[in-house]
């Protein structure tokens, strides 16, 4: 009985703390993607994502949307294109992690704003994988929008 106690208060206290490190895990990749972004570091972009990673944003009409497909590629691509002056901020106003041993999921709405406008707002959803070199996001899907933004 004794040793049943003692098992039970260290899964009590060891796997929450396990499960908290890992939420900071995957909420510093996150993290390093908008940092990157915001320093146009095509490197450090590339690096947060595995390979053959997938990234779709819904365009809506209405009450309908519609996915488009890009790349990692083009994405990186288009951002270390942009001119030096131009400033890139995608601020995540809150972060809803789950994990289930090497998955996680990130619910995270944002507010983007390009060379200090307000442009649009929305929710990402990543999918993250833990591999050998750490988390990598696998998946992100995001929504735009103009209105309704908080």
């Given at each position: 009985?004794?040793?049943?106690?003692?098992?039970?208060?260290?899964?009590?206290?060891?796997?929450?703390?396990?499960?908290?490190?890992?939420?900071?895990?995957?909420?510093?990749?996150?993290?390093?993607?908008?940092?990157?972004?915001?320093?146009?570091?095509?490197?450090?972009?590339?690096?947060?994502?595995?390979?053959?990673?997938?990234?779709?944003?819904?365009?809506?009409?209405?009450?309908?949307?519609?996915?488009?497909?890009?790349?990692?590629?083009?994405?990186?691509?288009?951002?270390?294109?942009?001119?030096?002056?131009?400033?890139?901020?995608?601020?995540?106003?809150?972060?809803?992690?789950?994990?289930?041993?090497?998955?996680?999921?990130?619910?995270?709405?944002?507010?983007?704003?390009?060379?200090?406008?307000?442009?649009?707002?929305?929710?990402n959803?990543?999918?993250?994988v833990?591999?050998?070199?750490?988390?990598?996001?696998?998946?992100?899907?995001?929504?735009?929008?103009?209105?309704g933004?908080?």
């Amino acid at each position: 009985m004794k040793y049943l106690l003692i098992t039970l208060l260290v899964v009590m206290v060891v796997l929450p703390a396990y499960s908290q490190s890992e939420e900071a895990a995957v909420k510093a990749v996150i993290e390093s993607l908008f940092d990157a972004m915001r320093a146009k570091n095509a490197d450090q972009i590339g690096a947060v994502f595995s390979e053959n990673a997938i990234m779709q944003t819904i365009e809506t009409t209405g009450e309908t949307g519609v996915v488009k497909a890009g790349s990692v590629a083009d994405f990186v691509k288009g951002i270390s294109s942009l001119p030096l002056e131009a400033k890139l901020d995608e601020r995540i106003t809150d972060y809803q992690i789950n994990i289930d041993g090497p998955m996680a999921t990130a619910w995270t709405p944002y507010e983007f704003y390009f060379n200090d406008k307000f442009s649009h707002c929305g929710v990402n959803s990543f999918q993250l994988v833990k591999m050998a070199a750490g988390w990598k996001i696998v998946y992100i899907i995001d929504t735009r929008r103009k209105d309704g933004c908080s």
